[in-house]
Every structure is written in C-alpha cells, then in structure tokens.
C-alpha cells in the first residue's frame, strides 16, 4: 500500500474504482483534491490544466461561483423532495429550459441521474411507446459496433464494445448492431466529419430485410461516438439514418451524453447535422458535471402516445427515486444560464479550428497512428507497445499527470482530449505541447 501523505487517505483497499486497473493505480495513485476553472490540483499541491473536461462533462470549467451558490441555496432550502406524485417548480423550470435548447417537436424531458440511466430510460421509452400504439412486435433494439451507451444491461446491450459486454452473458435478446464508421485507412487524419462512409448507413436496410421492419422498435447511435475514440459521423450518414428509419417507422434515438451542451459547437449534435431525432439522452454537460443528472428529451408524439386512459393512471412505469433532484436542478439552470450568458457554445465553435490544427500539429510525432477531431473534442491513436495493447496510451496519460501537468483521458492506446469550453486558444497550445511531451517521454 502506498505511503500515505499530510492529504492522502492511509487505506486505498476499500474503494473498488470503475473502469481503472486498481492494482496498478493503488500502487501509484493519482489524487487529486481541487478544482477551479481550467485546473485541477493534486494532494500535494501540483496544478494541472484539464485537458478532458474532467470525464467529458466540466463544460462550463471547475467550480464555477454561480453553481456554487445554487447548489448551496438549494442543499439549505429543500434536500429532498419525492418524485412520484410530487414535485418541485425547479423541475418544470430546467425542463423546459432543456427542451428550449433542443430541435423542435422535442418538447418533453424525462429527468434520470446519468447517462447510462438516460440510454435504458429512451430503450424503454421506445419499447413501450411501440407497445401502446399498438405495434407491441417492435422489439428490437439496433445499436452499432464501437458505440458507447453507458453500463445498464440496455446500454451496454446495444453498445459495440467488447470488453463492456464479454463478462456479462447473453444480455438482452433482440438486438442487432450497424457497422461501426471508421476505417482508419480511408479516413485517417481528418478534421471534422470525414468524407468517406456515409453509405454504412445503408447496412440498417439489411437488418431490416433479415428481422423485418414490423420486429425493429428503435436505433441508437452516438452523432460523434466519444469513449470510443472521437469517431465522428461521416458526412450524410446521421441524414440517411434519419431516412430509412422514417421509411421503415424506426424510432431513431441520439445518444448525446458526450455531444450535449456544446461540446460540438451548438447545444446538441442534432443541430449540427441538421437532423431530428425521436429522442435525445443527455447528462453530463447539463451540469456541468457538478451534481449526478441526466435525462431524455422526447418528440411531443411519443409523449402524447402514452397521455392516454384515465387521467388518474400512471402512463408510464418508469423512473428513479433522484429522477429531477432539487440539488441538480438548481445545478442545471446555473450551468444552462452560464453557457447563455458566456456565449459557450459559439465559443467553442469558434475554437474548434484552432484545436485541429493543434492536435494535427503533432501528427508526426513517433507512433502516431491517427488523430481525428471535431468540436472541442479530439483523439490521438497510438502505436501500442510491445508491452501489450493499451499500455502505451495508460503511460503517456500518466506522465502527462506526473510530469508535463495536464490531465488527458487513456482509453486503451487512445488519448482523448475534450477541454472545458471556457478554455482559450492559449490554454489549448499549452495542453498540446504538454501531450507532446508526454508522448515522446513515454515512448
């Protein structure tokens, strides 16, 4: 066990971390103890710039004042109010604020408390929905190969990672999986969304002509797949999507937990592309990461298909003791009144040329396989080393925090970066050059 310093905890062994090796972070811990606008601070008083928005999610920047002092009044207003058969006006109050901010005909939010809860609420939201309207044989879910949609048995049921689905059986039947978008040899080194690809979309035909059209219920896929890597969609590939499943009666569902909020330049993917979903799943951005939240906004005709039967039944079985917390409710409309009032989301469409050129600027660095990037959102593939696959991208993430000061995210031999989006275009030269740094040193 590590020796213990003035701020660190004496006992690491109690605390099972999600997605980390234990071990070898145990042996070596990365702690960190505050936090304030583009930085972090470790236990022993080591300043670091955010490279990743803390998980994808500290959009508006690290303890920021307005936040604060919204958590704080509520936490010593109201703690806690039930949400079934109850409410309160802050509820109401953030979700049309949401709704406002997402494309028309999306008018109603389903509050939850993380983005995996957000993916499995819109799966059975569809389910269901299909089931009321009197197409109950719609029951099958198509996700794609290297989505990332959370960890409920839904989410990582329609997700196309392998190591989030191997250890856990069978999970749910009736699921189906597009081609993944990305194939490094015809897109590499692209900014934005690449050129080649959009006719994957057309594979969702063939899974239509194998299980027929009256058994599909919904598609879910990320508009910029994050956790896998910062795989963009290809051009015209979300609008031909959008096509064959309004042929089809296919309910199509955005996963924005990633894209929400501004991190692509607008306050959700959909108006990027310019295309209307049934649904969209957020959290993360939509607090700034500040108090757990998340939720699903959902087109007035799904809504209304369940506002049906007497007014005093319960339309929809479904939802969470914490759906709608008064805490992160107050959290939400200061973060949603920050992104207005410091024009966030037109600053990081401002900013998404000068992080290309960036991050493209270290292209020939040794063992750089890739670099893709769009928004304020990038990854750098690495050459793995003969250690074995993701240890390299573990040891340039590691030395960057040790040694350069700058906080990036390893996903396997990938190294993300996703900065909050009150960063400047000399905050972004600095985290670059520091993952230079790391990338040479570590080798």
């Known amino acids: 066990m590590p020796v213990a310093t003035a701020t660190a905890p004496n006992d690491l062994a109690a605390y099972w971390m999600p997605f980390t090796p234990n071990r070898a972070f145990k042996a070596a811990p990365r702690l960190l103890a505050r936090a304030k606008d583009m930085h972090y601070e470790t236990v022993d008083g080591r300043r670091l710039i955010d490279g990743a928005a803390g998980l994808w999610c500290c959009n508006a920047g690290h303890n920021r004042e307005p936040i604060v002092k919204a958590i704080q009044k509520s936490a010593a207003t109201v703690d806690f109010v039930p949400p079934f058969q109850f409410a309160h006006p ?3 109050e953030l979700a049309s604020r949401v709704a406002a901010l997402a494309p028309d005909t999306l008018d ?3 509050f939850c408390n993380s983005g995996s809860e957000a993916v499995d609420t819109a799966l059975k939201i569809a ?3 299909h089931n009321v309207r009197g197409a109950g044989t719609r029951t099958r879910l198509i996700g794609r190969e290297r989505g990332y949609h959370g960890v409920g048995f ?3 049921s329609v997700g196309g990672m392998v190591n989030n689905r191997k250890h856990f059986g069978s999970l749910l039947a009736g699921v189906d999986h597009l081609p993944a978008t990305y194939d490094r040899e015809k897109q590499a080194f692209t900014k934005g969304e690449p050129d080649w690809g959009a006719h994957l979309a057309d594979d969702l035909e063939r ?3 194998l299980h027929d059209a009256s058994t599909i219920a919904a598609v879910i896929v990320e508009p910029m797949a994050g956790s896998t890597g910062v795989l963009p969609a290809p051009k015209g590939y979300l609008q031909k999507l959008r096509a064959i499943c ?6 199509l569902i955005f996963d924005e937990v990633i894209t929400g909020f501004g991190r692509l330049g607008t306050a959700f993917a959909a108006e990027r592309y310019g295309v209307v979903p049934d649904m969209i799943t957020f959290a993360k951005g939509v607090t700034s990461g500040t108090v757990p939240m998340g939720g699903v906004i959902v087109k007035d005709a799904i809504h209304d298909a369940f506002m049906q039967g007497p007014p005093h039944a319960i339309e929809l079985f479904h939802g969470y003791t914490y759906s709608a917390h008064p805490l992160a409710c107050a959290a939400g409309l200061a973060t949603l009144n920050l992104y ?15 992080l290309a050129d960036a991050v493209m600027g270290l292209r020939n660095l040794p063992g750089i396989r890739d670099i893709r990037c769009v928004g304020l959102a990038a990854a750098i593939d690495l050459e793995p080393n003969a250690r074995g696959a993701g ?17 990036v995210r390893a996903a396997g031999d990938s190294i993300a970066l996703s900065p909050p989006l009150i960063v400047t275009q000399a905050q972004i030269g600095e985290i670059t050059d520091k993952l230079a740094a790391a990338i040479k040193a570590a080798g």
């Not at 240890?391 to 906080?407: Q, S």
């Open 391 to 407: 240890v390299r991208g573990l040891a340039v993430m590691d030395h960057a925090f040790r040694h350069e000061g700058v906080l």
């Open 246 to 251: 309004d042929k089809h009666g296919i309910l």
């Open 127 to 129: 389910l269901a929905c």
């Open 90 to 92: 802050q509820a109401f």
């Open 108 to 110: 109603h939010v389903f």
């Open 340 to 354: 207005r009032d410091e024009n966030l989301f037109a600053k990081a469409k401002a900013l998404e040329p000068v």
């Open 207 to 209: 899974i239509v002509a």
């Open 154 to 156: 839904g989410g990582i």
